[in-house]
């Protein structure tokens, strides 16, 4: 039998994340620019709630890094192809170690991956279009909530319990299935110019990098002796628990695209 208090969280879950949904599919809808920016306010709150989990102490210090994050992605937008590029992002991170108390490399690599994220989605919106954003926001969803739950209602054996006490084997693989099912559809309906095959074992690939973005940030919070992030979003904590699964995809298909044409 499934304990009630297993799901308290569950309304509050489904209500944020059907707010969240639409507010980014109004924006992927609407253009380039209104959809660069959502993801440049998602920076700017991701680095203000990265901030206050590092040096609590600080008030200020969450709109200084947020602050930081949006000025050192105007600059890499305005040279995304040159040598000034990467010593903009090399400068952003550095002054955001800087502002730090706590797990400065760990905050400091935290806060690349997620200026990255929003870079690269940024640009793959505007040289693909819909359809491979899409996919992969799909993969990263699924994951996610075919992983919950499946680990409320199979539980079974944790998958790494030191650091993601919740997270568990149940979940990890009903979210490959699902990844995969969901690689098939795009290729089967025309969506992706892949073989099935490989479209499937790469999103399989996909969903395990959302996982482990997931199980990162969870353990980011573990060092700062944190439960969430912020309390930004009910039912979910703030917008690092929310996104640090679409980080964790979206590094590693940006890292396989450098080989390889998906679009």
């Not at 209104?34 to 210090?61: C, D, G, N, R, Y």
């Not at 899409?134 to 739950?149: A, E, K, N, P, R």
Request: glycine content about 10%; charged content about 10%; aromatic content about 14%.
């Amino acid at each position: 039998m499934i304990s009630s208090t297993a799901w308290a969280d569950l309304p509050l879950r489904l209500a944020s994340a059907v707010i969240l949904l639409l507010v980014c599919g109004f924006a992927l809808w609407s253009g380039d620019f209104v959809f660069t920016l959502l993801l440049t306010a998602i920076l700017f709150v991701m680095h203000w709630e990265l901030a206050h989990m590092l040096t609590p102490m600080s008030k200020q210090v969450g709109a200084v890094s947020g602050t930081i994050a949006v000025l050192t992605l105007i600059l890499v937008l305005r040279n995304p192809d040159s040598v000034k590029g990467i010593i903009y992002l090399g400068l952003g991170a550095a002054c955001q170690a800087g502002l730090y108390f706590r797990l400065k490399w760990q905050g400091a690599v935290a806060s690349v991956c997620i200026f990255m994220t929003v870079f690269y989605l940024v640009a793959l919106r505007a040289s693909s279009g819909l359809e491979m954003i899409l996919w992969l926001i799909s993969i990263v969803v699924l994951t996610d909530v075919l992983g919950y739950f499946a680990g409320r209602v199979i539980k079974g054996p944790k998958f790494w319990p030191r650091v993601s006490p919740k997270k568990t084997w149940s979940g990890i693989l009903a979210g490959w299935l699902a990844s995969g099912i969901c690689g098939w559809f795009w290729v089967s309906y025309g969506f992706l110019p892949l073989s099935a095959g490989f479209a499937i074992f790469f999103s399989v690939t996909l969903a395990f990098a959302s996982q482990i973005g997931d199980i990162g940030e969870s353990a980011l919070k573990r060092g700062a002796d944190q439960k969430d992030s912020s309390s930004l979003l009910p039912g979910h904590g703030g917008f690092l628990d929310r996104f640090d699964g679409l980080v964790g995809a979206t590094i590693v298909f940006a890292a396989a695209n450098m080989f390889m044409s998906f679009g």
